[in-house]
């Protein structure tokens, strides 16, 4: 074939690759959450692929050696054959003593990794030096674009969020209206997003770089499109990116929430200069539209009432336990 006909094809194959290649992210990630869950995947696979592997070879090997006019295929059949112990503690042992280690490191990592767990270290070999505060984050999803307030720094973005290298970042996360997934491969592992409820993430970024960030639950017709940049800046160039926020941004009051929250998709990046005191804690608890109750005072009403119910029936059952004794049906 001419060298120009294969151009093509080795086009496609080379693009075909490079595509491949982003998603080797979740094993080479910029933060170290990503990077742990990314060495517990590898070696939950290398531990399954000491089963899968012998097991493939020997099926293979045992189709070749008595396939049909082998020279084994005439050896002694033993038609009554059905047990040999050394064979079964082989068979029974192998893959218990994965389980075994597959469960202990499940139970391991699932509360070394917990999402809502402090990080006490930013890197291999760099524990978390005492006093260091966390940046808060607090993330909405809305449909269908991502809202990220900074309650420290006093602004708001969408579909953009940074931070500082190897700085704390604490996540709390609500959603508007319909269920969502929080996920930005290179700095931990997906976190859901629901409506009156609020999750937590803690994780950290290493290197400077833009990130890319999406929603991985479907959400509805924007889904595809509902995609942010996070950014992995150094402590100066976070400065720089709130002051730009500061001086460019408009402010963000409940009148602008409430049409920003109206469905849109493939919304390009804002920044407000100002946000509404409490405005985060409103779309937490469903109350953002003027004389709507909000969840938490409703749940405190009904606690409450549930605790006064509470004492009024363990006081009526005293009282008829007074009356109704032995004595008293005695007398």
Not at 27 to 44: R, T
Request: hydrophobic share 45%; proline share 6%.
């Amino acid at each position: 074939m001419p060298l120009n006909h294969l151009r093509a094809p080795l086009a496609l194959a080379a693009a075909a690759l490079l595509a491949g290649c982003s998603k080797l992210v979740v094993l080479n990630p910029a933060g170290d959450i990503a990077a742990q869950q990314g060495k517990l995947v590898v070696i939950a696979t290398v531990l399954m692929l000491l089963i899968i592997v012998p097991v493939i070879i020997l099926t293979l090997l045992f189709a070749w050696r008595y396939r049909q006019n082998s020279k084994h295929s005439d050896e002694e059949y033993a038609p009554d054959w059905h047990h040999s112990t050394k064979l079964e503690l082989v068979i029974w042992s192998a893959p218990l003593v994965i389980i075994i280690a597959l469960g202990a490191l499940t139970w391991i990592s699932t509360h070394k990794l917990d999402p809502y767990r402090p990080l006490d270290r930013i890197a291999v070999g760099k524990p978390l030096a005492e006093g260091v505060k966390p940046l808060e984050v607090q993330v909405v999803s809305l449909d269908w674009k991502w809202l990220f307030f900074y309650p420290e720094q006093g602004i708001a973005t969408v579909n953009e969020v940074a931070a500082p290298v190897d700085r704390p970042i604490l996540f709390k996360l609500t959603s508007s209206h319909t269920m969502n997934a929080f996920y930005v491969p290179d700095l931990a592992g997906m976190i859901y997003t629901m409506p009156g409820m609020q999750t937590e993430l803690n994780a950290v970024i290493n290197k400077p770089g833009e990130y890319k960030g999406m929603s991985s639950h479907y959400s509805g017709a924007g889904f595809s499109g509902m995609h942010f940049k996070f950014h992995g800046l150094s402590n100066e160039d976070f400065a720089k990116w709130v002051a730009k926020a500061k001086t460019e941004g408009q402010p963000l009051t409940r009148e602008a929430y409430r049409e920003l929250a109206k469905p849109s998709e493939r919304n390009p990046v804002a920044r407000f200069s100002t946000v509404e005191d409490g405005l985060y804690n409103r779309v937490l608890n469903l109350c953002v539209e003027d004389g709507q109750p909000c969840m938490h005072e409703i749940m405190h009403k009904d606690a409450t009432r549930n605790r006064a119910h509470a004492a009024e029936r363990a006081l009526t059952t005293a009282a008829a336990q007074s009356i109704c004794t032995p004595e008293t049906l005695i007398e």
